[in-house]
């Protein structure tokens, strides 16, 4: 460093003035206050309100001149100097007669040099940085600001909220605008700036000083620039993806959403519910509506969105500040399109397979009912008693209803049920709103149906006439018991079919008791009527 170029700030009192001349030919130093950390020495600045002077170029007394050499930002001098180094044996002013020795008090509060630069220490940075902040960029961070001796002029701590700008544009002193180039998200740094790259021999209000080198302890929490896009990291894609998302389609998602710096401001995983919207329909921020094209059911991706395409310089309330570049973490749990039909793939289906299951038919059923992500919702192996239903009489969800149906017995499919065919938005039970379930299903028994409002149906053509068929002794008369053999005969020899799933007995003896029209516990050929036949006659008399 050239010795003639460094500027001293110091605080400098006049502790004696002796003005009987001795013995002492050369200035008498006391060290009584060193700081443990000494960064830098004069060698060739000064700050008592406080005073300023450049040491070595004879704007000093000879005596300061040489009393100032090595002396640390912050220590304590007291300094002695003869009349022969100080202002002789003339003084000075009537203030300092002649052949004083003066005897000055110094704390020294700042030093710099012409030549100095601004000055940059890491104090940590991120294990992963992938970009470093360049002119034009808008960054957010923190800083707590001091002059050199440690006093604090202003912190954004304090305000608790960060100092947002333009890099390398103006907005800042010099010396910041440099020392904030290159830095990660999440790194900080000590930057010091000399006075003439901040504020210079003016300084700034009360709180800063002229000539003041500044301090300054960054932390850079976000950065961007205007001209970024979204920016998006698979990090993981389920294998056998068939099928991605696209405008118009409805998703239900799991995000954390961070800052850059990692600190989260929201999360659906804490609320326990998925986040449910359209795609591409301006439902959500731009960002995220661009991000949620192209994905798989189950695929998990980290989007990097820029504020121009989040929430802008105004932000959220207290819960996003203006201009936050957002990091969402998101998982997809499923999605359907509102046109979408049950999709129905067999896995198994048995050789020989002539019956079919349709409507009005009673089958018992195997299944596993999922959400798309695994979840296990229901199991038919943790019932206690078999699963059976009716098909046509909405005893299940109109999607699973089709996917039972056309089914053989032993036959296993794998049927995906969009919530419009399913539990709709509202959900049921264990199924959230708006959920595509994925159902695992065998059919085990089939036991053909009869249409509604019919107990019993003939698989051909009834006897013809039907009175001498039913009356098996020939007595001309048909009591509940020779009713209830033939009817079972029939359906031993597959000519008829009772409702399945009920109590023949019961149905029999209700059917009996429809044809026994006067109560007298035997049918007759005048009280058999056919429901065709009833239904016929009904017609008739309607006509009529």
Request: net charge negative.
């Amino acid at each position: 460093m050239d010795l003639l170029a460094c500027l001293v700030l110091f605080v400098l009192h006049v502790a004696a003035v002796t003005c009987t001349p001795g013995p002492l030919v050369d200035i008498v130093v006391d060290r009584y206050d060193i700081p443990k950390v000494c960064s830098r020495e004069v060698y060739s600045r000064i700050h008592g309100k406080a005073f300023i002077s450049q040491v070595g170029l004879g704007r000093l007394i000879t005596g300061m001149d040489r009393g100032l050499q090595g002396m640390c930002v912050n220590e304590r001098r007291r300094i002695t100097v003869p009349p022969h180094l100080a202002y002789g044996s003339v003084g000075t002013g009537g203030v300092i007669p002649p052949d004083a020795v003066l005897v000055f008090d110094v704390l020294l509060l700042d030093i710099w040099s012409a030549e100095d630069k601004v000055q940059i220490r890491t104090l940590s940075k991120p294990a992963s940085c992938n970009r470093t902040s360049v002119v034009s960029d808008y960054i957010r961070y923190h800083y707590n600001g001091t002059l050199l001796s440690g006093e604090a002029f202003d912190s954004s701590y304090s305000r608790n909220s960060t100092y947002d700008t333009y890099l390398g544009q103006g907005y800042l002193i010099k010396g910041m605008d440099e020392g904030l180039l290159g830095m990660c998200v999440g790194e900080k740094r000590i930057i010091i700036v000399p006075p003439f790259l901040a504020y210079g021999e003016n300084g700034s209000g009360t709180r800063i000083p002229p000539q003041a080198t500044l301090v300054f302890e960054v932390l850079l929490v976000d950065l961007f620039n205007p001209k970024d896009d979204l920016m998006v990291q698979v990090k993981e894609v389920p294998e056998g993806c068939t099928r991605r998302t696209k405008t118009g389609d409805y998703i239900r998602y799991h995000y954390n959403g961070t800052f850059q710096d990692g600190s989260p401001f929201d999360s659906s995983y804490q609320r326990n519910s998925t986040y449910n919207t359209y795609i591409g329909m301006g439902y959500v921020i731009r960002g995220i509506d661009k991000a949620l094209q192209g994905l798989c059911i189950g695929e998990k991706r980290r989007v990097i969105v820029p504020p121009h395409m989040a929430y802008g310089e105004e932000g959220v309330g207290d819960l996003i500040p203006g201009s936050a570049v957002l990091v969402f973490d998101i998982h997809v749990i499923d999605f359907h399109n509102p046109n979408d039909p049950v999709h129905i793939k067999v896995t198994h289906k048995p050789k020989g397979c002539s019956m079919k299951s349709e409507t009005d038919d009673l089958i018992q059923y195997r299944y596993n009912c999922s959400l798309m992500d695994g979840t296990l919702l229901y199991s038919s192996d943790k019932l206690d008693s078999p699963s059976f239903t009716t098909l046509g009489t909405n005893g299940v969800i109109s999607g699973l209803e089709k996917g039972l149906s056309g089914m053989c017995e032993g036959e296993r499919r794998e049927v995906v049920v969009p919530p419009h065919w399913g539990h709709g938005e509202n959900g049921a039970g264990g199924v959230p709103g708006s959920a595509v379930l994925f159902f695992e299903l065998e059919l085990v028994e089939l036991q053909k149906g009869v249409p509604e409002g019919y107990m019993f149906v003939w698989l051909g053509d009834s006897p013809n006439p039907l009175f001498p068929a039913m009356d098996l002794n020939g007595d001309n008369e048909v009591p509940l018991e020779e009713f209830s053999e033939f009817l079972m005969l029939q359906i031993k020899e597959g000519k008829g079919r009772l409702r399945p799933g009920t109590d023949a007995d019961a149905v029999i003896k209700d059917m009996f008791n429809n044809q026994d029209r006067n109560e007298d516990g035997k049918i007759v050929v005048d009280e058999l009527k056919l429901k065709t036949d009833e239904q016929s006659e009904r017609m008739k008399r309607d006509e009529l």
